[in-house]
């Protein structure tokens, strides 16, 4: 949920408990005669990411840069679904409502949910697209805190759906306990399956997913006194279906028990198992992937590291052979091919002809030095010979 990155940004001096160096860490390597695999991987929490706040806010931006993909796709998707899933069903539902009963509810009133699911989902989309087009904006990381915000109050519109519409629902399936568990979640949470390639470091999800459990399932179910309600109805209907077996099972005590919580399992455990499954399978995959993202992370920062440190050590192997003027043309130019494409291999480009013979003819590469004395001496003999 949003409140997570509120947290961590307003706990930001607070979690900050260490500066990676990538460079210290490279130049320590080498020192002991190792190479990349002998790093030290910054210091992580166990959910909150690194330790040091700067790089967890480097992870996020380029994070936010490589999922704009599939957090747009995201939100398209979670358009279509609550258009499809409840916007049309809701319109269905009234038409029949005002056709065939007496009761006659306001239109407006009637459709406002999935209006405005759609308004929440939509807004998220022209933000991010937004804020991914302005070059200028580098803190790209604020697409991710949008998402968590999309998604936390599409979770209050749940929530006050349910608490009014929850007693409905479980009148549906003949009154089956908790079977309004699997009708909510097939109508109104399936939105959030498309957290699920959205890319969203695993922290952000797990806070919108606890949440959506406390108020969905534990507080409007006690407060409309749900569980309360059907518990005679779950006694009744166990035994219902004992009346369709024979007399040896009804005469059997242990075997009435036996089936009658076998029945208590599948009114009352099931349902809420299934659900609580695909939500932890949400959580497991999302952290699974969070845990990729920053091995990659890691791996291209150590690279950019090295290359760092190479381009270093070339440009003092320059300055130690050629004057310093001269040097510094040889950098300038290399950069500049860099820059337009030409030059593919930097070790290569500093050793090219093509550069030196182009220094050459654009520049005087010859210089002048003063109060410098050249002794020219004859070897023996030479000049009598000549």
């Not at 979770?155 to 409905?168: A, G, H, K, Q």
Request: aromatic share 12%; hydrophobic share 45%; net charge neutral.
């Amino acid at each position: 949920m949003v409140l997570v990155s509120l947290i961590t940004w307003a706990a930001r001096k607070s979690l900050h408990k260490q500066d990676y160096s990538f460079d210290e860490q490279l130049e320590e390597a080498s020192a002991k005669g190792g190479g990349l695999l002998e790093l030290t991987r910054p210091q992580q929490y166990l959910v909150l990411g690194f330790k040091d706040r700067n790089l967890e806010a480097r992870f996020l931006d380029g994070l936010a840069r490589v999922s704009q993909p599939r957090i747009l796709l995201g939100y398209i998707m979670a358009l279509l679904m609550v258009f499809v899933g409840r916007f049309i069903n809701d319109t269905i539902d009234y038409v029949i409502t005002i056709r065939f009963t007496d009761y006659r509810p306001e239109p407006f009133l009637y459709v406002l949910p999935s209006l405005l699911g759609i308004l929440v989902f939509g807004m998220g989309l022209v933000a991010t697209l937004v804020i991914m087009k302005r070059e200028s904006f580098q803190q790209k990381r604020v697409v991710l805190a949008i998402v968590e915000a999309s998604f936390f109050l599409y979770t209050v519109i749940v929530s006050v759906d349910v608490c009014l519409n929850i007693s409905e629902w479980n009148s549906y399936e003949d009154n089956k306990p908790l079977y309004w568990w699997l009708f909510m979640s097939f109508y109104e949470l399936f939105p959030y399956t498309c957290l699920f390639f959205q890319n969203l470091p695993g922290y952000q999800i797990a806070g919108n997913m606890f949440l959506l459990g406390l108020i969905v399932y534990v507080i409007a179910p006690l407060n409309n006194d749900i569980i309360g309600d059907q518990k005679d109805v779950v006694q009744q209907r166990c035994r219902g279906e004992l009346v369709l077996y024979k007399d040896p099972l009804n005469s059997d005590p242990e075997g009435e028990q036996l089936c009658m919580t076998l029945l208590e399992f599948e009114q009352w455990i099931w349902p809420p198992l299934i659900v609580g499954l695909a939500g932890f399978a949400l959580l497991i995959v999302s952290f699974i992937i969070e845990q990729a993202n920053r091995r990659a992370f890691f791996t291209k920062c150590c690279l950019d590291a090295l290359n760092r440190k190479q381009r270093k050590d070339q440009e003092d192997l320059l300055y130690s052979i050629f004057p310093k003027d001269v040097a510094r043309q040889l950098i300038e130019k290399q950069s500049s091919e860099k820059k337009e494409g030409t030059a593919k291999d930097e070790s290569k480009s500093f050793n090219s002809s093509s550069t030196s013979i182009t220094l050459f003819r654009q520049k005087t590469v010859a210089r002048m030095h003063q109060n410098v004395t050249i002794l020219f001496t004859d070897t023996v003999g030479f000049t009598a010979m000549s």
